[in-house]
């Protein structure tokens, strides 16, 4: 079992910068890949970036350059780092965890950006 706890979120205006923090019960390391991800009403969940445990980053076009995953091993939390925030990023942000052939989600953090 792997539990995930989002924190960070909050409203920000457009052009400003928030940073996310995922907390894992277990060594992020162990753990094969973990990203965040975003949803809107009326929308499904869309990948917004994930990083593997050998450390290969990916990230959805709509926020590379924009938006940086990293992790800490001490902490055993990966951050998702958000600059030049724009209102289409509004969403509620998962954090999500693959390992053992299992997909662990976190209860979710809000996003709001003003324009």
């Known amino acids: 079992q792997v539990q995930l706890m989002e924190s960070g979120g909050g409203l920000v205006q457009a052009g400003g910068s928030l940073r996310l923090s995922c907390a894992a019960s277990?060594?992020?390391?162990?753990?094969?890949?973990m990203g965040w991800y975003r949803q809107v009403p009326g929308k499904e969940r869309e990948l917004v970036a994930s990083i593997t445990s050998d450390s290969y980053t990916n990230y959805a076009d709509s926020v590379r350059g924009r938006f940086t995953i990293s992790r800490e091993s001490a902490k055993n939390t990966v951050y998702l780092q958000m600059n030049s925030l724009e209102s289409e990023d509004t969403a509620v942000y998962y954090c999500?965890?693959?390992?053992?052939?299992?997909?662990?989600w976190g209860r979710g953090t809000q996003v709001t950006v003003s324009s």
């Open positions: 999500r965890a693959f390992s053992g052939f299992r997909v662990y």
């Open positions: 277990t060594s992020v390391f162990s753990i094969s890949s």
